[in-house]
């Protein structure tokens, strides 16, 4: 994405910030193709015949985001569009659960590959891997929010410490360390 891309976007975000409504179509005129991407590649393993279309969640993710405080930029807004999509996935997989009337579910180990994490994991098991970031959040928000960039945004290391504007080697420590918390909490006892 250009530079001048990035900043329009960062401005239309602070115009709707300070309220300006109008500023909408322009916006996700800006972003569609990028939430597009990000909302097919968070989809890229679910089962076909699910009824949640990536373009129906990025939709559905707009139309949250819209409604939401203001963003300070691009960054924090894709990161904010990323945690919306997975919230509307998780509580998608919530609710094919409820209707399956709970059941037995066996957790799969996380191993060391490297990822995008969790690309084999069930979709019935996404509300453990949600209480596992969120947990992981809780106390390591900066390794929350290395995965959600990697898994999520799909960027390389190399690209989440531009991002983030941290060095390579905190975000390579930030990913190593969320890897190993997320194995033990998916981890049968």
Request: aromatic share 6%; glycine share 6%; net charge negative.
């Amino acid at each position: 994405m250009s530079e001048a891309r990035g900043s329009e976007i960062t401005s239309l975000l602070q115009q709707a910030r300070d309220g300006q409504v109008e500023v909408s179509n322009r916006l996700l005129e800006l972003v569609y193709h990028e939430l597009k991407a990000l909302a097919a590649h968070l989809m890229r393993n679910e089962p076909p015949g699910r009824t949640l279309q990536p373009t129906a969640l990025v939709h559905e993710a707009y139309l949250r985001l819209l409604g939401a405080d203001g963003f300070e930029n691009r960054r924090h807004f894709m990161n904010a569009a990323a945690q919306v999509m997975r919230r509307l996935l998780v509580d998608q997989a919530r609710a094919r659960q409820a209707a399956k009337r709970g059941g037995a579910h066996e957790r799969e180990e996380v191993d060391s590959i490297d990822w995008p994490v969790l690309r084999d994991y069930s979709w019935d098991q996404i509300p453990d891997l949600d209480r596992a970031l969120d947990g992981l959040g809780a106390t390591q928000s900066r390794a929350l929010e290395v995965v959600m960039l990697r898994y999520c945004n799909g960027l390389t290391l190399e690209q989440i410490s531009e991002v983030i504007g941290v060095s390579l080697a905190t975000v390579k420590n930030d990913w190593t360390f969320a890897r190993s918390w997320l194995k033990s909490e998916l981890t049968p006892a």
